[in-house]
């Protein structure tokens, strides 16, 4: 079998599911999404303790990420694709929120990744002017489309 010009695949994947204690977590601004579960992976770095996925070829990435929100009427909240921990590095065109309502919310871009870098789930902002907005699920992938 030849195998000279296949290009090996990048990809790589996090997850936070419902645990068995049902517990929720509240949405605070500044922070990332936490996740539990560490996807396959291959030429990537899923790190659970960082809550990021860290690439380690350049290229264009697709990035997938998704909240499963819980909010009252009157609450929302805005997250973006960050590749730093502070959330000053958001990625271009990765901003999504979620109002009003529990929903499930998300977005899928196209992003120039450089090898090192670590992207996360940011929460930029949260506006709750009574109780406690929260997310019981999320995921957040990458596959690396050309190099």
Do not use: C, W
């Amino acid at each position: 079998m030849r195998t000279k010009n296949v290009k090996p695949f990048t990809y790589g994947s996090l997850y936070k599911q419902d645990t068995p204690d049902d517990t929720i977590i509240p949405l605070r601004t500044g922070n990332h999404i936490d996740f539990t579960i560490a996807g396959p992976y291959q030429n990537t770095r899923p790190d659970i303790a960082a809550n990021s996925i860290t690439v380690y070829k350049s290229g264009v990435y697709q990035i997938t990420a998704d909240v499963s929100v819980i909010l009252e009427e009157d609450q929302s909240a805005v997250f973006n694709i960050n590749r730093l921990p502070d959330g000053s590095d958001p990625l271009i065109g990765s901003v999504f929120d979620a109002k009003g309502i529990s929903t499930v919310t998300g977005i899928n871009i196209q992003a120039y990744l450089y090898a090192g870098d670590s992207i996360g789930i940011f929460v930029a902002d949260v506006f709750a002017p009574r109780g406690i907005p929260r997310y019981n699920r999320a995921a957040l992938t990458v596959q690396l489309l050309e190099n």
